[in-house]
């Protein structure tokens, strides 16, 4: 009799799924889970089920199937509690197609469940319906072209410096401009109060207590107080309950320095939501856009402190002005920047292929970075004596990059840029047949993540080479101007006092610094500098325009000379 009336029951449920996203990206509310309420539940009833059980998911996305809500209705089929599954349309179950398709002709089947999908006109009741598998299928390239439209349209607002995600604990959005943040005084004073106790001497472990002591409530449950909804697991502890993780990250935070950082974690897929850190150079950095709750200055000191920088070099991965010009004339490979362990005042560059650190350069190629200073400065003096002085001599340098040289060189770039772009285009025509094998169930879902990160690298790679060939193609160009070009660039430098960025960027190409030579009982350093347009030449050494006479003490007792390379053009 029991079993008889369960029986009665089950055939007069119906679970009634509702779900919303983003990704749906649609207009007015017809989507809305009210509404899908309401019509699931009109037909349900017209369909003669009395015992009407819903299950909804608001804001996640359907190329999951891990859903709170969906899941639920799932363990209640298995249970036997339904007749009968309503959705508005196939959509509403996902927008994967292997597993909706492995639910409805699986699942469903097995357990006995009539599917009604209103909007497509499905009632697996009423026979089965081929359109199904396809409308699965488009239902999940419409899933992909979404991803793909807001991961462009999140790049270019990430890359245009507006905040991608939400504002840390101290900020808040302004209320006038959603895209702006503003400092939040009372959890600002929070954040304040955790940097002066760091700097006083305290451990992370020393200021979550103190904070707990003191009554205060976490970020989270501060944001709560505020009617702030924040995605997150919900906490084990109490409002006031600090956690050491917690403590670090607001010291670690460079966004209250008034800083935007954009793109610090990244998605593998649309098929795959899980975030994982990006490398800090792929980051978009954007100084001084909101007010600071930290000075920058007390910021790094907190970092210095806690080892995560050194005082010579800032977090926020700025470069030294040489970065990039300099290279080993030796092996060709780029120098890199470091700083002195013991003395962090102290910043040099050595060859990056050095065999002490694995690689096969002979030499450390050490360069002193201040050292460097004082020889580019004297020597783009004597570059703009020279033109002013001699500017008739100094355009007969310029014949060795004839138009012919310029167009030479062009030429075999252009073939090697022409292959990469080809190769370029075939990894998108690879990354297709692999998608279309996996959406057909010809390849795993493994095996298609395996592929697609070998091809993504692969392609990663390629554009950033693409990018160098057709800089350097840009470069073939500036190589076959006229003198004119140059010399005006370098008469914009005649007084200068000081070497900037901007200077070596508009004057110099690279920079081949050779391995330091003991000569004579001292040190000379020889450096070979390649300027913009005109290439490695060697000024004359004339009254009025004598060779720079540099020496430096770079380290405690050794003495290095400054001496231009003979060989240069």
């Known amino acids: 009799m029991k079993q008889s009336k369960s029986r009665k029951s089950r055939e007069t449920t119906a679970f009634l799924y509702e779900r919303l996203s983003r990704d749906d990206n649609l207009d007015g509310d017809s989507y809305s889970i009210q509404n899908q309420k309401k019509l699931l539940t009109k037909v349900a009833k017209e369909k003669g089920y009395t015992n009407l059980v819903h299950f909804y998911d608001d804001g996640i996305s359907g190329v999951t199937m891990d859903r709170p809500g969906f899941t639920n209705m799932i363990q209640e089929i298995e249970n036997g509690k339904a007749?009968?599954?309503?959705?508005?349309?196939?959509?509403?179950?996902?927008?994967?197609?292997?597993?909706?398709?492995?639910?409805?002709?699986?699942?469903?089947?097995?357990?006995?469940?009539?599917?009604?999908?209103?909007?497509?006109?499905?009632?697996t009741d009423e026979g089965e319906n081929e359109l199904a598998p396809i409308k699965n299928l488009f239902n999940e390239w419409y899933a992909r072209d979404i991803s793909k439209k807001r991961r462009i349209s999140n790049k270019i607002k990430g890359n245009s410096g507006e905040p991608m995600g939400q504002p840390p604990y101290g900020y808040t959005k302004d209320p006038d401009n959603p895209k702006r943040w503003i400092v939040d005084e009372t959890a600002a004073a929070v954040v304040r109060k955790i940097y002066r106790m760091s700097l006083d001497g305290m451990g992370i472990e020393q200021i979550a207590d103190a904070l707990s002591k003191e009554g205060i409530l976490t970020p989270r449950f501060y944001?709560?107080?505020?009617?702030?909804?924040?995605?997150?697991?919900?906490?084990?502890?109490?409002?006031?309950?600090?956690?050491?993780?917690?403590?670090?990250k607001i010291l670690s935070l460079q966004e209250y320095c008034g800083d935007v950082l954009n793109f610090k974690?990244?998605?593998?897929?649309?098929?795959?939501?899980?975030?994982?850190?990006?490398?800090r150079e792929n980051?978009?950095?954007?100084?001084?856009?909101?007010?600071?709750?930290?000075?920058?200055?007390?910021?790094?000191?907190?970092?210095?402190?806690r080892g995560k920088i050194r005082k010579r070099c800032t977090h926020e991965g700025d470069r030294n002005m040489f970065s990039g010009l300099l290279v080993c004339a030796d092996c060709g490979c780029n120098l890199h920047y470091h700083f002195n362990q013991?003395?962090?005042?102290?910043?040099?560059?050595?060859?990056?292929?050095?065999?002490?650190?694995?690689?096969t350069c002979s030499s450390t190629h050490y360069i002193r970075a201040d050292f460097l200073e004082e020889v580019m400065l004297a020597e783009i003096r004597r570059l703009t004596r020279f033109v002013s002085h001699y500017e008739k001599e100094f355009a007969a340098l310029m014949m060795g990059f004839t138009q012919q040289a310029a167009e030479d060189e062009r030429k075999i770039i252009q073939k090697e840029l022409d292959a990469a772009k080809a190769r370029d285009r075939e990894l998108d025509s690879l990354f297709e047949h692999i998608y279309e094998d996996n959406v057909a169930g010809k390849l795993t879902d493994e095996r298609f993540a395996r592929m697609s990160a070998k091809y993504e690298g692969e392609q990663k790679e390629l554009r950033a080479k693409i990018k160098a060939l057709q800089d350097d193609i840009e470069r073939t160009k500036s190589k076959a101007a006229t003198a004119d070009m140059f010399i005006s660039a370098v008469r914009k430098y005649t007084r200068a006092r000081k070497?900037?960025?901007?200077?070596?960027?508009?004057?110099?190409?690279r920079i081949e610094v050779h391995q330091a030579e003991k000569v004579d009982g001292v040190w000379v350093q020889r450096l070979t500098i390649h300027y913009n347009?005109?290439?490695?030449?060697?000024?004359?050494?004339?009254?009025?325009?004598?060779?720079?006479?540099?020496?430096?003490?770079?380290?405690?007792?050794?003495?290095?000379?400054?001496?231009?390379?003979?060989?240069?053009?």
């Open 283 to 305: 980051w978009a950095i954007f100084k001084d856009v909101h007010e600071p709750i930290i000075p920058r200055a007390t910021w790094e000191k907190v970092q210095e402190k």
């Open 265 to 279: 974690t990244y998605s593998k897929s649309y098929k795959n939501k899980r975030r994982l850190e990006n490398d």
């Open 223 to 248: 944001w709560q107080a505020r009617g702030v909804n924040r995605a997150g697991k919900p906490p084990k502890y109490g409002p006031c309950h600090w956690n050491s993780s917690t403590v670090t």
């Open 499 to 509: 070497l900037t960025p901007r200077m070596l960027d508009e004057l110099v190409q």
């Open 342 to 359: 013991g003395n962090p005042e102290i910043k040099y560059f050595n060859c990056s292929n050095y065999k002490g650190n694995r690689g």
């Open 83 to 123: 007749a009968a599954v309503f959705v508005k349309d196939l959509s509403r179950l996902g927008r994967n197609y292997i597993e909706v398709g492995r639910l409805t002709e699986e699942f469903f089947p097995e357990h006995d469940i009539r599917l009604v999908a209103v909007s497509d006109g499905i009632d």
């Open 533 to 569: 347009c005109v290439g490695a030449i060697t000024l004359p050494d004339a009254l009025t325009n004598p060779m720079p006479d540099i020496i430096m003490n770079t380290r405690k007792g050794v003495y290095v000379s400054y001496q231009p390379d003979s060989r240069a053009g």
